[in-house]
């Protein structure tokens, strides 16, 4: 893979605008300030844990930190490439699956995201610096039925219910609150599948 078409992927996914009027870059060498919000604007419209749109989403100060920490940043991302067990490198169709309860799955590349501490994180995404597009997909597959609800597709002499599994990966965020290096790998739980668990025969 050519350094140009780089991928950072994995399975199971603050504020910032651009610009953002609240990231200042000093004059004098100190470090910037940056002021972000617990909720992101683009959280306000969607009932999922990652946004995929997102009209304040920092492109000019991502950029801006790709390129003030571009070798340490790529030797980091690479490393993290190579160590994805999950990956789902360069995918972005859907091949034919079989499932028991209806579902609904699609590549994403997430702007915004819950991490497992239940904080929004800003994922590097999109970005482009010194002729590297860094990009990152994750796999999602939602249930399209109530959860709990009979898996269509078993017998009825069966108990069986749909659920939800999740699956937790690692994506690449900007942290601007890292002034030395305010990028970092965190942990995030975004739906994997959507399973039938069946139990006893019913006679």
């Not at 200042?24 to 306000?44: D, F, M, V």
């Not at 989403?57 to 999950?86: C, G, I, M, W």
């Not at 482009?128 to 002499?157: F, M, N, W």
């Amino acid at each position: 893979m050519s350094i140009n078409s780089l991928i950072f992927t994995s399975l199971l996914i603050g504020v910032f605008s651009s610009p953002d009027p609240s990231y200042n870059k000093p004059s004098n060498g100190a470090p910037p300030k940056y002021k972000q919000a617990e909720i992101p604007h683009c959280a306000k419209n969607t009932t999922k844990s990652w946004c995929l749109e997102d009209s304040e989403y920092p492109h000019q100060e991502v950029r801006d930190a790709l390129d003030q920490h571009y070798q340490s940043v790529l030797a980091f991302y690479k490393d993290k490439l190579a160590n994805t067990d999950n990956s789902v490198d360069g995918l972005d169709k859907l091949s034919d699956e079989f499932y028991l309860c209806p579902s609904s799955t699609e590549y994403v590349r997430p702007l915004r995201a819950i991490n497992v501490e239940g904080k929004w994180r800003t994922i590097v995404n999109g970005v482009e610096s010194y002729g590297i597009k860094y990009t990152q997909t994750a796999r999602v597959e939602e249930c399209d039925v109530v959860i709990g609800a009979v898996c269509p597709l078993v017998p009825s002499c069966y108990d069986s219910k749909c659920i939800q599994k999740n699956i937790f990966h690692r994506f690449l965020v900007f942290n601007p609150s890292d002034y030395a290096f305010p990028f970092t790998i965190e942990k995030f739980k975004l739906p994997g599948s959507c399973g039938c668990a069946v139990g006893a025969f019913k006679p």
